[in-house]
């Protein structure tokens, strides 16, 4: 296990990228990363611990705070027992350097091997999350709901209602946001995803 460097956060992110399908669980995503970062690349580094074999990456997991340990696993690998063996062994051990002793909750979702491996070593399951899941292959139809699109000029709205629950910092969020939304507008018929999502989740609390 290892604490990312600054210059492997891209190639964290392409790796989480390439973990997501639709199908699989709500894991860590490449959004998150996203959000994460109003925080700095060298602070996001920081929180990102990375289990590899042979310098392949086999599993992700962001410290989104002192208490919240968030997961994704190469999906080849979820009911691999050894590598399920190695992070439990090191997220339980407070001096492994990943997380504190206390409470904490562990996002393990769709990791089948490392959740029963967690559960041998004492941690304890947490109320589960229900995920929501909308396929957008299709154009959505008409649910009678008012549906604007947030413009540079709504970015201060915007930033007061979602960064709230996420305990962003307004000024470097708005400032972050607003220079999103002015290269979207110069990037004509490019597709161009926002840089953080909701999600849903399923975890694992232990003492």
Known sequence: M????????????????????????????????????????????????????NDVIAAIALLDGPGLLRFAMDPKRHQDETLARRIASTVSDPSGGVIEAGIVTIEARGTRALGAQLTKEGWAPDEPWTPLHRDLAEPVEDLGLHIETVEPRMTEEWVSVTGQPFGGRPSRMSSFIVSWLDGKQRLKGRSVNPPGSCRSAMTTKGR
């Open 2 to 53: 290892k604490t990312a460097d600054v210059n492997e956060l891209e190639h964290i992110g392409r790796v989480l990228g390439q973990w997501q399908h639709d199908g699989g669980p709500l894991h860590l995503h490449p959004g998150d990363l996203g959000w994460y970062s109003l925080r700095g690349v060298t602070a996001t580094a920081a929180a990102i611990r990375v289990w590899s074999d």
